[in-house]
């Protein structure tokens, strides 16, 4: 059965920092491009990042470019999200998925047909 699991999520501090993890269970995650996307309480859900499954390029949205980092570890068959510097409206369900390319990693809905974790809370409050 074909999985992608999230986890790293939790309550932090504004300006602190999280790493979250996306691993896979039945397929190579660097056979595919890897996105990240976010959804906050009554917001749609939005790309925040994404991984190219060829070079390992990374792309970011203005809103987390500086303080987001997307990697790979082949090794560990897993993709990294780590966050620093966080803010409360960073808040939200964050959620790893996987296609061929990362041209439209920005809008959830290209990344339908492909897998999707489950999620994980990540919430930024004082």
């Known amino acids: 059965q074909v999985q992608l699991v999230e986890s790293g999520g939790g309550l932090v501090q504004p300006g602190g920092s999280l790493r979250l993890s996306c691993a896979s269970a039945?397929?190579?995650?660097?056979?595919?491009?890897i996105g990240w996307f976010r959804q906050a309480p009554g917001k749609e859900r939005e790309g925040v990042s994404c991984i190219s499954k060829n070079d390992g390029m990374p792309y970011y949205v203005d809103s987390v470019k500086g303080r987001f980092t997307i990697s790979r570890d082949n090794a560990k068959n897993t993709v990294y999200l780590q966050m620093n510097n966080l803010k409360p409206e960073d808040t939200a369900v964050y959620y790893c998925?996987?296609?061929?390319?990362?041209?439209?990693?920005?809008?959830?809905?290209?990344?339908?047909?492909?897998?999707w974790g489950q999620g994980t809370q990540v919430t930024v409050s004082s």
């Open positions: 039945g397929f190579t995650l660097d056979h595919y491009a």
């Open positions: 998925a996987s296609d061929f390319t990362c041209m439209f990693y920005t809008d959830y809905r290209g990344w339908v047909n492909g897998y």
